[in-house]
């Protein structure tokens, strides 16, 4: 069921576009990246945070409590960063363990993102954002590892600020009357949600995504992304087994539910509404 989306949430804080020196001349800045490098320390070894930074870093999609920023900066072409996660990784514990963001971020996400880094190197595609990389890439059968790799980044950055400690609950405001037109019920689309989570075959992702105008839930294959399907993403869940197979073996629909009940951060939705 679909209904025409009504007038925008009221307007929320959008991305934005920062060079190195912005980030430095701000004080905000200056205080998440205290909290990141926290952040850094705890999770990631001091060598993958020195590979991962070497030559300098420019990408970094972050979320730190309702502050939702994306910062880039073109001044010089280095390589993408490994975004620190928004939340300590304990964080989202019983639903997500610790050892499983550890080995998911630090190891899965990490991997995506020195492999990007590495194929991009030397190449047209270097310095590019992520987003062009990935819309480069997605039609050329000969760079399929390159796309893979790009989306596979940008895919858990929206997974990892899909969630939040605490989250789940109910939708607020303008955002629970667009899923209760849409869906019939918070409860239907979670329905339709976890159906799509759960039937996806194989590795691959379920969105809530925004098209023409209307709700939809998808499912993607592997690094498959709404990014290159003229849809706006809003929510994600990691369907591929290394985002649930420590804590749930193969309870992939526990892991679901788990999801929607207790980790889905939907001010975050409300949030990519209105950009
Ligand atoms: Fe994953």
Redesign the pocket.
Known sequence: MTVNVPKAPGKLPAPRLLGLADRRDSVTHLTVDVQRDRRRDAFQSRRQFLACTAGGCLYSLSAYGNDFSLSMTTRSIMALELPSLPYLPNALEPYISARTLEF?HGK?HATYVANTNALTKDTPLAGKSLEDVIKATADDTEKTGLFNNAAQVWN?TFFWNSMKPGGGGVPTGDLASWINGTFGSLENFKENFKKAAVTQFGSGWAWLVLENGTLKVTQTANADTPLVHGQKALLTC?V?E??YYLDYQNRRPDFVQAFLDHLVDWDAVTRALST
Do not use: G, L, S, T
């Open positions: 998911h899965h858990h990691d591929w290394h985002a």
